[in-house]
């Protein structure tokens, strides 16, 4: 190729970036910011609500009876996990081991991550 040809390709291959830019729609504000729990998490009447939905929900086949460990490994004395990380997984799951629960309500959400926060502090084996 020659140089007019190779500066008019770079002309047209700007315009088309440029273009692009303008046409993806910009992130909206607070997009990837995970809510504040609106109760304290170390509650114990949320705790045992979180516990009876972790029951019903998580422990069958992932995660065994009080996050014993399952495909996953135990939760009891757990003490990497932060309250937002366990409430981004929960929401968005963890495809294609775990389904997400966004249609279960922040507050039943921020329930079971209250439970998994209580296994945390609890010592292995027990």
């Known amino acids: 190729m020659n140089r007019p040809t190779l500066g008019v390709l770079a002309w047209f291959f700007s315009i088309g970036v440029s273009a692009a830019d303008q046409l993806a729609p910009p992130p909206s504000p607070g997009a990837n910011v995970t809510p504040k729990s609106s109760f304290d998490l170390t509650d114990p009447a949320r705790i ?38 366990l409430f981004r997984v929960i929401t968005e799951g963890v495809k294609p081991e775990m389904p997400d629960y966004e249609n279960m309500s922040e507050e039943r959400r921020w329930e079971v991550v209250a439970y998994i926060l209580h296994l945390g502090r609890q010592k292995p084996g027990r």
């Not at 490994?73 to 990380?85: H, L, N, W």
């Open 48 to 85: 045992a609500a979180g516990k009876t939905r972790f029951n019903a929900s998580c422990n069958f086949f992932c995660h065994g009876n009080e996050g014993s460990a399952g495909k996953t490994p135990a939760f009891k004395g757990r003490t990497d996990f932060t309250a937002e990380s």
